[in-house]
């Protein structure tokens, strides 16, 4: 997937359990961003960074916190899981307007 | 907002058939339409990006096609493959910000 790769590939939470997702390129792009997706909903951003130290709001931020601390690593935070966060997490990256790539995702289920 | 809609939503055809996929967007101010591919349990795979200042791209049996100001786009594939099975995805950046607005996908079977 284009040099972007996503830990952990699984992951089951119980209700109010924290955790983060890492996102890790190696491409050398500037802007990073977050989706999830759900049957039926297609993908909605999360949230996106347009350079390192930077952060900005999706479609869908509430409950999740990221950070970017540095330029190749974008991480996605749950501070207390819900069982409607239960969903397949994608990170993706690009090069300003130009073409989006894709990592493998995270599937999480929320119990 | 912009409200992005493939149909159909699932498609099945025999092998060496062409098919077009549909894409179509509400609002025309948009940057660039990029073409995904997802196999079940991936991630996406992009297959074509598309400004918004060109008709057309291709790439080997593939060929996108763009008409922003009807909002639509399409996905022509040529010669079917029952590896060509997979979801298709489309997804618009609008002018302003650095949004991707994507489509639910139409799931393609390739039938051997």
């Known amino acids: 997937n284009a040099g972007v790769t996503q830990t952990p590939k699984f992951r089951v939470l119980k209700t109010g359990q924290s955790m983060t997702l890492l996102c890790a390129q190696d491409m050398n792009h500037e802007y990073m961003y977050w989706y999830r997706q759900d049957p039926g909903m297609g993908l909605r951003l999360i949230h996106y960074s347009v350079g390192e130290g930077t952060t900005a709001k999706g479609e869908v931020p509430d409950g999740y916190n990221v950070s970017r601390l540095k330029k190749q690593n974008f991480l996605l935070g749950l501070e207390s899981a819900a069982p409607s966060q239960t969903s397949v997490y994608f990170c993706a990256i690009g090069q300003g307007t130009y073409e989006q790539y894709f990592g493998p995702g995270t599937r999480l289920t929320v119990t | 907002k912009q409200e992005v809609t493939q149909i159909p939503a699932a498609l099945s055809v025999p092998e060496g058939e062409n098919l077009v996929l549909n894409c179509s967007f509400t609002d025309s101010a948009i940057y660039n339409l990029q073409w995904f591919r997802q196999d079940p349990g991936k991630g996406l795979t992009s297959l074509l990006l598309i400004q918004s200042s060109q008709r057309e791209q291709t790439s080997g049996r593939l060929n996108a096609s763009l008409d922003k100001s009807s909002g639509r786009s399409t996905l022509y594939i040529a010669a079917s493959q029952p590896g060509d099975s997979a979801t298709y995805l489309c997804?618009?950046?609008?002018?302003?910000?650095?949004?991707?607005?994507f489509g639910t996908g139409t799931s393609l079977t390739v039938i051997p």
């Open positions: 997804a618009v950046r609008k002018n302003t910000g650095n949004q991707f607005y």
